[in-house]
């Protein structure tokens, strides 16, 4: 294909299949939250700062900041709730 963007002439035979993740890391170069599903709500109150957490995000959304975990990064975010199967203080909650 010579040109970089799709339009009525490109044959589909020549896009690329949809959803797929070509590259690891991939959250921080594009706004991947748009695809979550579920969303987790990080109560702080309840949060001992274990940081089980933050290690098992697949897309880093659980920022970290002088060894303090902070709200979501929603905009990479897709909502596997992941991080709140692990959290054994019920500080992650999926939002109703």
Wanted: charged share 30%.
């Amino acid at each position: 294909m010579t040109e970089d963007r799709i339009n009525s002439n490109t044959p589909w035979q020549d896009l690329t299949i949809g959803g797929n993740i070509y590259e690891a890391g991939n959250a921080k170069e594009f706004k991947t939250g748009d695809w979550r599903s579920q969303k987790p709500v990080w109560i702080s109150e309840k949060c001992k700062q274990c940081g089980l957490c933050f290690p098992v995000c697949p897309d880093d959304a659980i920022p970290v900041k002088d060894m303090n975990r902070e709200d979501f990064n929603y905009e990479a975010c897709k909502g596997c709730m992941v991080c709140m199967k692990v959290c054994p203080f019920q500080a992650i909650e999926k939002e109703v």
